[in-house]
């Protein structure tokens, strides 16, 4: 079993940036793939970014290339979201998700374990 908690939500106007953490228990952390979802208030969970086992390979959704960047630190058990240029539109609970398996994956039905989220919110 794998538990996952996430950090560093808050309000923040737009153009600024914020970096979201989860930070996983277990030890077996090191071998799963990690993402990050959001899904904002009457909208269907959203694929945001994920990372491979090692960091090798990162994978976007198109909206968020270039502003948004994931990237993990195994020896700490985080994988982190660093989100720049925020937009009111970015305004969502944002979740972090771990997967059994070491390559990365935009569906959510792929992964099998879920944080419990952090708010994320940009004024304009």
């Known amino acids: 079993q794998v538990q996952l908690v996430e950090s560093g939500g808050g309000l923040v106007q737009a153009g600024g940036s914020l970096r979201l953490s989860c930070a996983a228990s277990g030890r077996t952390f090191s071998s799963y793939s990690m993402g990050w979802f959001r899904q904002a208030p009457g909208k269907e969970r959203e694929f945001v970014a994920a990372?491979?086992?090692?960091?090798?390979?990162?994978y976007y959704t198109d909206s968020m290339k270039g502003r948004f960047t994931i990237f993990r630190d195994n020896a700490k058990n985080t994988v982190y979201l660093q989100m720049n240029s925020l937009k009111p539109e970015d305004t969502a609970v944002y979740y972090c998700?771990?997967?059994?398996?070491?390559?990365?994956?935009?569906?959510?039905?792929?992964?099998?374990?879920w944080g419990q989220g952090t708010q994320v919110t940009v004024s304009s």
């Open positions: 998700a771990a997967r059994r398996l070491p390559v990365v994956a935009g569906r959510a039905g792929l992964y099998d374990y």
């Open positions: 990372i491979s086992w090692n960091g090798g390979n990162t």
